[in-house]
């Protein structure tokens, strides 16, 4: 197979910090359509005690509670202690690492599917190929949509001037929903939480390069989409 779209929902942050929320929304509306729980979803984020930091772990947790078939990568099993200087990551760090490392440590007993290891690419589109979906971990400050022709970070400041670092060199995390890939083109879509447009491209190599940037972990959650509904 050489190209694959998914269709998914087009959901916009509504704040500076729930980029990864919006992803979280765009996999589990496509996947329950309108028997998705609005209540249970608030319920479920309101119990997870992140409040304006949400780390991919998060997310996981959330999947579980919704019982989807799911498995979350990342290179760090819990919070690495370099982070504390980054201007991303500073404002919250203390805060953070003891919450986040004790969702690691319990996330065995809580049914978490959490495995250490990175992700190729060829890995990505096997599994895209396969009927998942992933959201992606990503630094926005070396992501560049084809089809908008500019910098992430350009229409991401409109929301998030506070959390990402004013130099285009540093790190500013951010998720996407990945939802397919132009092999002739060498190119991944992606829905972007921070934009408008409902659909974003990028070539391969600037998406490899996003996603393995120093703060990523490189994070990436696996969904499979099965039917809900």
Known sequence: ???LQIELPHIKQRTD???????????????????FDDAKYEKICATRNF?????????ASIFTEFKLDYVFYTLTLGVDPSY?????????????????????????????KVEKRSISLEEIISKLIKGYIAIVLVNSNALVCNWCEVFTPNKLRILADCLCPSSPREYC??????????????????????????????????????????????DIIFIKLEDHT
């Not at 409040?51 to 997310?59: K, L, N, Y």
């Open 51 to 59: 409040g304006t930091s949400v780390w991919t772990i998060d997310i």
């Open 17 to 35: 910090w729930d980029c990864g929320l919006a992803c979280c929304l765009m996999v589990l509306k496509k996947i329950f359509g309108k028997k």
């Open 173 to 218: 995390g951010h998720y996407i929903v990945l939802c397919g890939f132009d092999a002739a083109k060498r190119s991944v879509y992606y829905k972007n939480p921070s934009f408008n447009e409902d659909l974003c491209c990028t070539k391969f190599d600037m998406f490899e390069s996003a996603r393995h940037s120093y703060g990523t972990d490189d």
């Open 84 to 112: 504390e200087g980054n201007s991303f990551y500073k404002r919250t760090f203390n805060v953070d690492e003891m919450r986040v490392n004790s969702l690691f440590t319990v996330a065995p007993y809580l049914g978490l």
């Open 1 to 3: 197979m050489f190209h």
